[in-house]
């Protein structure tokens, strides 16, 4: 995707909550994995290697010359782990490309796999972007996929748009119980500094 496109998309954060509306023809509701009773009314009950329910958001950007971007983000809520979309994608890429911070003192950034293959099956390659949040409202982990061609597999019209959806929803439900990912993570969070301004 276009360097200078994501720098903009990330001077908000893709969960930006007023710009983003649900896709309702895209939301499932029905309960995957383990269920743990939380204390927090507003997520009651988390899911062990799974989420209560997933939406894909339509994020409208607004861009330099005033013009909007759709952007469209696989959402699954209440895990168990706000970084079940991150795991995943380290148990089966490896280590991400790159990191991006939309604020420069965000301790916990998007992890952006590029120019992946995501089906064994398919030549085709992927860029990945994966992010989550846990907080007093909500626990969730995301994700924004495009083709190599910069199309947004999650867009509406995308015919890639469920296998996206599945490929995903399985991957959080397939998740192993190691701790490698969480300590390779920690690591490099904890040994993250960020970068002071020029005066």
């Known amino acids: 995707m276009n360097w200078k496109f994501i720098c903009i998309l990330l001077m908000f954060n893709f969960s930006l909550h007023s710009f983003a509306q649900s896709n309702g023809d895209t939301t499932k509701n ?9 204390l927090n009314p507003n997520t009651p009950f988390i ?11 339509t994020k409208k950007i ?6 909007t ?11 168990y782990s706000c970084f079940y979309t991150k795991k995943m994608m380290y148990e089966n890429f490896g280590k991400w490309t790159k990191e991006i911070r939309p604020n420069i003192d965000d301790s916990h950034p ?12 398919e030549d085709k390659l992927y860029s990945v972007y994966a992010n989550g949040e846990e907080n007093q409202d909500e626990i969730y982990a995301s994700v924004l996929v495009f083709n190599e061609n910069n199309q947004d597999c999650l867009a ?3 015919s890639e ?12 439900k397939n998740l192993s119980n190691s701790n490698k990912f969480h ?7 904890n040994n993250y500094k960020p970068k002071k301004s020029k005066s």
């Open 30 to 38: 029905k309960t995957v994995g383990h269920p743990q009773r939380t």
């Open 47 to 57: 899911y062990k290697k799974g989420f209560g329910k997933y939406t894909i958001l």
């Open 62 to 67: 607004l861009l330099k010359d005033r013009s």
């Open 69 to 79: 971007k759709e952007l469209n983000e696989l959402k699954f809520d209440a895990v």
């Open 110 to 121: 998007i992890l952006v796999w590029e120019k992946i293959k995501l089906f064994k099956d």
């Open 156 to 158: 509406k019209t995308s």
């Open 161 to 172: 748009k469920e296998k996206i959806i599945m490929f995903f929803s399985d991957g959080i």
């Open 183 to 189: 300590r390779l993570y920690s690591r490099w969070v």
